[in-house]
């Protein structure tokens, strides 16, 4: 693969955590703006140089950074507002969905203390999210909105209220809209923690750990959706708006669709647990009804999975399967590494896809970077960057090494021909962030994919506020 360096072009700065970059044009308007969201609950755009506010929706966000019972997380939190996506007739129509965590909502959370799976005790590979009505940290709600004549946004209808067992995994760039199926695509993540403790994942009845897709066309009139886990605990009106694309997901940093002749390749980055990120790439798929995945767990039978998409977590991480990682004893420099769940990477080890490309966590071959959390993937396809035409950019959040100051990682891969797994490649950029760390936080790109935006945040605190900064990744 060939070397490619970008420079980085500051668009805004002193905003809070970014976590979703896009673009539209809005009703009556003539170009395509930058939509910023920030995990706090703003919405700005940027018109002719000026950041403006489009909606501001922090009294709805649950509050951040907030410890629960026995744990201080110090500021980091993976909950806000985390997916925004316009629809695609929404020069015309107005509308556009938001993905947050709700306000008030804060419970104690599914476990008392921290998971870790034990290979040696069966409770532990075995356990059951229980009581989920008061055993939970909070609930995310999907919501439709309209921006009005007035250029005044409001809210229409709830489409999903999620009750969450914890505070991480919920996605991030969770909301976008398929240009094959014309539905919103809403991702969810496993639902938190680590190793999945309840497998949630692989579990067809649960709306964690899942790719879905919801046909906003269908009118529910039920306005207030009752707060769930289960597939099956929905309303029949609303089961019959999803279908699941796939399962085994553990997070998910968005979906990014490549045209390709008269078909999607559709790219998904599976935020890894010790050892591994992955990102997957697929194009036929067979997305299944939930009313479908409802009638097969009535009848106990399995429904047909064929080409349906899994990504193989909890028993995978990536392309390896999932792993306990501890220090050996006799020599501090080396690790040993215990499967976790060996009977869940047998059953899946036929069925899962594999990834496109894999880093790791630790790396020491030259040009590659040991890796913390994907953060964004996104296709290119503009040709003022031409080494990176009709590739797969993606960012990691910090490199391992990079030391004092914090770097996150630019690289970029491909799809081969024949289908087969490919190695990456690391994007050299140019800017001196300074004695600033620089986490990279969110990635987005414009309607044709010929421009890519990056989002660096200076903390890892949400708490800490301004230190957000939004560039375009320019030749």
């Excluded at 999803?242 to 399962?247: E, N």
């Excluded at 299944?288 to 009535?298: E, F, G, K, M, N």
């Excluded at 894999?358 to 503009?382: C, E, I, N, W």
């Excluded at 490919?422 to 994007?427: A, G, L, M, P, R």
Aim: hydrophobic share 35%; glycine share 8%.
């Amino acid at each position: 693969m060939i070397k490619v360096k970008v420079g980085l072009q500051p668009i805004v700065s002193n905003i809070n955590l970014p976590t979703v970059l896009k673009t539209t044009i809005l009703p009556g308007d003539s170009i395509e703006r930058l939509f910023i969201a920030t995990q706090v609950g703003e919405i700005f755009y940027i018109g002719n140089g000026v950041i403006r506010t489009f909606l501001d929706i922090r009294p709805r966000i649950i509050k951040l950074g907030d410890s629960e019972p026995g744990v201080s997380r110090g500021g980091y939190d993976e909950r806000g507002l985390l997916g925004l996506a316009f629809h695609p007739e929404f020069y015309y129509n107005g509308l556009f969905y938001l993905h947050y965590s709700v306000a008030g909502t804060q419970g104690p959370g599914a476990l008392s203390e921290p998971f870790k799976p034990n290979p040696c005790d069966p409770r532990a590979l075995n356990l059951r999210w229980i009581n989920r009505e008061t055993q939970y940290d909070h609930i995310d709600t999907v919501e439709e909105w309209i921006l009005q004549s007035n250029d005044q946004p409001q809210k229409r209808r709830t489409l999903l209220n999620l009750r969450r067992p914890f505070f991480n995994h919920n996605g991030v760039n969770s909301l976008n809209f398929s240009p094959e199926s014309g539905n919103l695509v809403l991702t969810t993540g496993d639902g938190g923690s680590g190793y999945d403790p309840f497998n949630l994942s692989q579990n067809d009845m649960e709306i964690a750990g899942k790719i879905i897709e919801i046909d906003v066309v269908k009118n529910t009139f039920i306005q207030n959706p009752p707060v769930v886990t289960r597939f099956n605990e929905l309303p029949v009106p609303i089961q019959e708006t999803l279908t699941v694309i796939a399962k085994g997901v553990r997070n998910i940093p968005g979906i990014s669709f490549q045209r390709f002749y008269n078909q999607y390749i559709k790219y998904a980055g599976n935020v890894g647990q010790d050892l591994v990120e992955s990102i997957f790439s697929f194009v036929h798929y067979k997305p299944i009804p939930v009313t479908q995945l409802i009638q097969a767990s009535l009848m106990k039978s399995e429904p047909d999975q064929e080409g349906f998409i899994n990504f193989g977590w909890r028993g995978w991480e990536g392309a390896f399967p999932t792993s306990i990682i501890s220090g050996c004893t006799e020599n501090q420099t080396l690790d040993e590494k215990t499967i976790a769940y060996y009977n869940e990477a047998i059953t899946l080890s036929a069925s899962r896809l594999q990834s496109l490309t894999s880093y790791f966590h630790k790396d020491t071959r030259p040009d590659k970077f040991g890796g913390t959390a994907l953060t964004g993937v996104q296709v290119y396809m503009g040709n003022t960057i031409p080494g990176l035409t009709g590739s797969v950019v993606f960012i990691d959040l910090a490199r391992k090494e990079s030391q004092p100051q914090v770097r996150g990682a630019l690289a970029y891969t491909t799809v081969r021909p024949n289908g087969e797994q490919n190695d990456f490649s690391v994007i050299q950029t140019d800017y001196d962030f300074g004695s600033q760390s620089a986490y990279y936080v969110s990635l987005g790109t414009n309607l044709n994919q010929t421009s890519l935006y990056l989002a660096v945040y200076s903390s890892m605190k949400v708490t800490d506020f301004n230190q957000g900064t939004v560039f375009e990744i320019v030749p």
